[in-house]
């Protein structure tokens, strides 16, 4: 009987230690990336052809936010594993649409991400194709974090851009950007006019 007290005791310095939670660290889902490989986008018709990966479909665009597109070489590259999509549109170099104003719209769109993007930089190449290449790497929680235009500019100019089928967020995403990147790279290496 006379333990009974000094037992409560015990218990009650015990129990007074202090809380020791440890928030974790917020965590996102592992994705299981494919094998880089390509295959050959070349349909009768269309006046480009580039290699595009294994694991994405290419479908024909038929809708431009309700409305049909302005020519029949529009086309999404989806990713179904990852959830990403690249949106490709084609135009013809013309004198209603010169190479001057097709740049400007590139720019205004690409920069429309400004109010998101903690950063946008732009890089330029030319491929073994003779295709010129401009590339807008987008920072931040932007809704696209990677654009593009190529073009010869006389006559064809391709514009394309990678988005999510997800809120973005530029930590969670970073690795299929990453990845989808490199894809996209390829395109644009691989891409001949016709």
């Known amino acids: 009987m006379r333990y009974i007290p000094l037992?409560?005791?015990?218990?009650?310095?015990?129990?007074?230690?202090?809380?020791?939670?440890?928030?974790?660290?917020?965590?996102?889902?592992?994705?299981?990336?494919?094998?880089?490989?390509y295959k050959v986008f070349d349909q009768p018709g269309y006046p480009y052809t580039f290699e595009y990966p294994t694991y994405a479909n290419v479908i024909k665009d038929t809708e431009f936010f309700g409305k049909t597109p302005e020519n029949p070489w529009w086309i999404n590259i989806d990713f179904p594993s990852i959830g990403g999509r690249i949106y490709?549109?084609?135009?013809?170099?013309?004198?209603k649409q010169s190479m001057e104003k097709l740049l400007e719209d590139a720019h205004k769109l690409s920069f429309y991400h400004d109010k998101k993007a903690s950063?946008?930089?732009?890089?330029?190449?030319?491929?073994?194709?003779?295709?010129?290449?401009?590339?807008?790497?987008?920072?931040?929680?932007?809704?696209?974090a990677y654009q593009f235009v190529a073009t010869d500019s006389v006559k064809?100019?391709?514009?394309?851009?990678?988005?999510?089928?997800?809120?973005?967020?530029?930590?969670?995403?970073?690795?299929?950007?990453?990845?989808?990147?490199?894809?996209?790279?390829?395109?644009?290496?691989?891409?001949?006019?016709?």
Not at 11 to 32: I, W
Not at 88 to 95: D, G, L, M, N
Not at 164 to 192: G, I
Request: hydrophobic share 35%.
């Open 7 to 37: 037992f409560l005791l015990c218990l009650l310095v015990c129990s007074c230690q202090p809380d020791t939670y440890t928030p974790k660290p917020r965590g996102y889902y592992a994705v299981d990336f494919p094998q880089h490989s």
């Open 88 to 95: 490709i549109s084609y135009k013809e170099i013309s004198q």
């Open 119 to 144: 950063s946008i930089e732009s890089q330029t190449f030319t491929n073994k194709n003779g295709v010129m290449c401009l590339q807008f790497n987008v920072g931040g929680d932007a809704a696209s």
């Open 156 to 194: 064809h100019y391709m514009r394309g851009a990678l988005y999510f089928d997800v809120t973005p967020n530029a930590d969670s995403l970073k690795p299929m950007n990453e990845f989808l990147v490199q894809d996209v790279h390829h395109l644009l290496s691989t891409l001949k006019w016709r």
